[in-house]
């Protein structure tokens, strides 16, 4: 039961600095951007990428963690991130603005209807909501290795810190991936997911209790 995992998390604790944050919530590449020689030879695939953002909020380099094994897909990603991603800077923890990295994923499919995925939605029964909840909470998973994630970052708070900790949570032990297929030895591999949870009263648990 998901309120257990309430319990358990109580004492988690909370991070003071904040890491660069994207500030256009459209996508910052679309279909009308796919490489023509990629189009020709039939590639897709996932694209995960490390952006380093100055204290601008401008991207200063881009590598790619998780290859399509497609040259012109990997290549035209960071070249359009670079170009027009724009982040509010990362900040320390007395709030002054410093240079960080954000990491991201990228689709890319043939057919605009059948993108490969990389977001997964659920909506999670609780016997009662935590204090401040008010929205569903969106994370980013990322995956060094095949399996579970080892990283979890909240992207979008519910309003409840408790409800944030018990998706991640959730998504470390239900999630898991293939290892991903890295283009340079000097770049750790990562694979970035993303998974949205909705918080909903079981009102069975309700109506026992």
Known sequence: MIVLLFAALQSAP????????????????SYDDYPVEAIRR???????????????GKVTQC??????LSKPLDEQTCNLLTRRARFAPATDASGRKVAGQYRLSTPWGLEKE????????????VAELPS???RPVKVQLVYYAAGAPRDCAVMTSSGSALADRTACHYATRTFSAEAP???SSSVPAAAVRYFSASFVV????VAAN
């Open 14 to 29: 909370v991070a003071v600095a904040q890491p660069p944050r994207l500030l256009d919530t459209q996508p910052a590449i």
């Open 42 to 56: 039939g590639e897709a695939g996932v694209v995960s990428v490390l952006l380093k953002v100055s204290d601008e």
């Open 63 to 68: 590598e790619v963690t998780e290859s399509s």
């Open 114 to 125: 059948h993108q490969p995925r990389t977001a997964v939605e659920a909506v999670l029964q």
């Open 132 to 134: 401040g909840y008010d």
């Open 181 to 183: 297929r890295g283009r």
């Open 202 to 205: 079981d009102k069975g648990s």
